[in-house]
Nanobody, 121 residues
Framework: QVQLVESGGGLVQAGGSLRLSCAAS????????MGWYRQAPGKARELVAD???????NYADSVKGRLTISRDNAKNTVYLQMNSLKREDTAVYYC???????????????WGQGTQVTVSS
């Protein structure tokens, strides 16, 4: 199995910055795509950004130019640097990793427990 531990959420004023981290551990054979999703109250979960094992990135239009995803393959960790935060960025942020554990022959998606990001005006 693969476990994900997120950190870095919190309360920040509009215009401020936060950095989220998500570390994968356990019986990891290989990690493929890593990404961040978010879910605001009363809304569906949505993709924020993702990154391939080769470093190609994809962003939601609403966060382009403000949020940056990166990964450290040696540490099995994905990061989300969030700058110029807006109130509408307030949500629970979830890490999602496509990985294959050593116990199975195919990969699957694993989700973190979520971390709250609250942006105040």
């Amino acid at each position: 199995q693969v476990q994900l531990v997120e950190s870095g959420g919190g309360l920040v004023q509009a215009g401020g910055s936060l950095r989220l981290s998500c570390a994968a551990s356990g019986s990891i054979f290989s990690i493929y795509n890593m990404g961040w999703y978010r879910q605001a109250p009363g809304k569906a979960r949505e993709l924020v950004a993702d990154i391939t094992s080769g470093g190609s990135t994809n962003y939601a239009d609403s966060v382009k130019g403000r949020l940056t995803i990166s990964r450290d393959n040696a540490k099995n960790t994905v990061y989300l640097q969030m700058n110029s935060l807006k109130r509408e960025d307030t949500a629970v942020y979830y890490c999602r990793v496509l990985a294959r554990s050593t116990e199975v022959v195919s990969g699957r998606a694993y989700w973190g427990q979520g971390t709250q990001v609250t942006v105040s005006s």
